[in-house]
């Protein structure tokens, strides 16, 4: 297929900037596969459209405070922001990194930081840069980009971090901390809708996939068949893995946790066991679903992997209707967003 099947025009006054005070409050198109039809509805009703018997599986990856902010110690010492992507060593403290501005910031150079300084000791490609934490043990280091550390929001949110992007950022579920971008379709969850779940008798299981930066790679290639996908980690312990081999129906929450539930299935003949590792799967068109049998998901950008996957699920042209009535309906697309549930 080609990448530009996927393309839509999305008016920017759609792209929602601010999280709602109140996160089941976001609006939810409910997208039923068989009949070809959706529904207008909220988040708060989504304990209606599940039935007992039915498991959510939910990425709780944490969002790290990737984003650093600091000033080049040579060069007249202008500003300079490292963002974090993955540790690679502890000892000495060193993670891939993009730097900005990247044409000063080669190996050797030094930024400066409230309380700490990083060098640069190696260039990769795409821009990467493998940055050291000078004098810094690993929990010194893990400890200072807690507090000093800026919440990574999506380039597409035209505004700086605030301190309630820390709460608002991450799911109820956020635990083991990993991921530079959050798992999206979960931040819609919190108390109310967890309780409404559990008295339809519905069930919600975690798992984690860390979001990498691939989640915002653009698809450069022509066709979908040429993109190269990014690699994450993942991680499905036994007892999760139990519950959702003896669900009724499996609905995931977010296209991480698709990748993570098919990927393990496809490794298992298409069971669910507990599993830990890296995934570079790739749902397009034309895969075949083993274990998901629903998906509760944000809206996502044009020509993107993450929409060839929700296009794989629900078929294409039944998305790309959906996507243009959620346009003239004035959804709010991306991060803080709104959703859709697709059964």
């Known amino acids: 297929m080609r990448v530009a099947d996927f393309d839509y025009e999305l008016p920017e006054a759609l792209i929602a900037q601010e999280a709602l005070s109140v996160r089941s409050e976001s609006r939810m198109l409910v997208v039923d596969r068989k009949v070809g039809s959706w529904t207008d509805s909220s988040f708060r009703n989504l304990p209606g459209f599940l039935r007992s018997g039915d498991c959510l599986v939910v990425n709780n990856s944490r969002v790290m405070p990737a984003r650093l902010r600091g000033r080049r110690r040579s060069e007249g010492g202008g500003a300079a922001e ?25 190996v050797g150079s030094t930024i400066d930081f409230e309380g700490a300084s990083l060098e640069v000791v190696a260039e990769g490609e795409s821009g990467l840069r493998t940055v050291e934490f000078a004098g810094m043990s690993e929990s010194e280091a893990t400890a200072w980009i807690e507090s000093h550390g800026h919440v990574p929001l999506p380039p597409y949110i035209r505004r700086d971090d605030r301190s309630d992007d820390r709460d608002r950022y991450q799911t109820i579920f956020a635990d083991p901390q990993g991921s530079v971008a959050a798992p999206t379709a979960g931040l819609h969850f919190d108390d109310s809708v967890v309780e409404g779940l559990r008295q339809k008798g519905a069930s919600i299981e975690q798992i984690t996939l860390h979001v990498g930066m691939g989640t915002f790679q653009p698809v450069s290639a022509t066709t979908v068949e040429d993109h190269q996908m990014h690699e994450e980690w993942f991680e499905v312990q036994s007892a999760s893995a139990k519950a959702i081999e003896s669900a009724d129906r499996v609905i995931a929450v977010g296209t991480t946790s698709v990748r993570t539930l098919e990927h393990i299935a496809l490794m298992n003949e298409g069971r669910i066991k507990a599993a830990s590792g890296s995934t570079k799967i790739f749902i397009t068109p034309g895969f075949e679903f083993q274990i998901v049998g629903g998906l509760l998901t944000n809206f996502h950008l044009p020509r993107s992997t993450l929409l060839m996957l929700v296009a794989a699920f629900a078929g294409h042209g039944l998305i790309m209707d959906a996507y243009a009535h959620a346009i003239r309906e004035k959804y709010r697309f991306y991060s803080y967003g709104d959703c859709m549930l697709i059964v």
């Not at 000892?91 to 910031?105: E, N, S, Y």
């Open 82 to 106: 490292v963002f974090l992507t993955k540790q690679v060593s502890a000892g000495p403290v060193r993670w891939q990194a993009l730097v900005r501005p990247g044409k000063k910031l080669k």
